[in-house]
């Protein structure tokens, strides 16, 4: 599982078979079972993660007792590394949200490694680039659009990072409440009901027991007008 999951990471897959091979033997295999912490905010970051299978969300505890859903981490995703690099505390929690596995490797194994390999240190400066831009482009929406474009824009960044395709609509295949919607979006749960169920009425999403199935196409089109 560490080669594949290896292979499926933004950085990683960088490298040549023989090397991710020459570098699994520095990384080790955790399971977590559903709502279990991965790490909670202030810990100190001596692991670096990879998402191997299930879903983890990064999320940052407020002053008020809230927890802010800040990003959702599927199979290769990589968590935890900023702070790492820097040798500071986590600046946020990791939780899984169904049972999931991980795989990590430590802040002395990793500088290891970036020192071998100089391909990885270019990759990681794209990477953290991109997640740069991600944010900016996040907070430039809550401050300029209107809430249903924001809870639009986010399912269909979902759907297209890790939906599954069922025909015309694509499921995210894990639970993700109003709640957890309208605290990615900064608005409330009230406001997100009713949004949902604006876009349920005209077709752009639906919903099959507790998964959200989302047609792309018609938010997108949403998301021009």
């Known amino acids: 599982m560490i080669i594949e999951t290896l292979k499926k990471n933004n950085i990683f897959s960088s490298l040549k078979n023989d090397e991710l091979q020459k570098i699994a033997k520095f990384f080790e295999k955790l399971n977590f079972k559903n709502n279990d912490y991965i790490f909670t905010e202030g810990d100190l970051s001596e692991w670096f993660y990879i998402t191997a299978q299930g879903k983890i969300k990064i999320i940052k505890h407020t002053i008020m007792g809230k927890d802010i859903i800040l990003e959702i981490m599927s199979a290769g995703d990589m968590f935890g590394g900023i702070a790492v ?65 924001r ?52 077709g752009m999403v639906k919903s099959s027991g507790n998964r959200i199935l989302i047609k792309i196409d018609s938010l997108k089109k949403f998301l021009e007008s």
């Open 85 to 149: 690099l820097d040798n500071k505390p986590y600046p946020a929690s990791a939780q899984a949200m169904e049972p999931a596995a991980v795989i990590r490797i430590s802040r002395k194994n990793l500088l290891r490694i970036l020192d071998e390999y100089q391909i990885l240190k270019l990759e990681i400066v794209k990477y953290f680039s991109d997640r740069l831009r991600d944010a900016h482009e996040m907070l430039k929406n809550i401050a300029t659009e209107k809430v249903e474009k």
């Open 151 to 202: 809870i639009a824009s986010l399912l269909v960044k979902l759907s297209e990072k890790i939906g599954i395709d069922t025909g015309d609509y694509k499921k995210l295949d894990f639970s993700l409440t109003r709640q957890e919607i309208a605290e990615m979006v900064g608005t409330t749960v009230e406001t997100c009901i009713r949004t949902m169920s604006k876009f349920q009425k005209e």
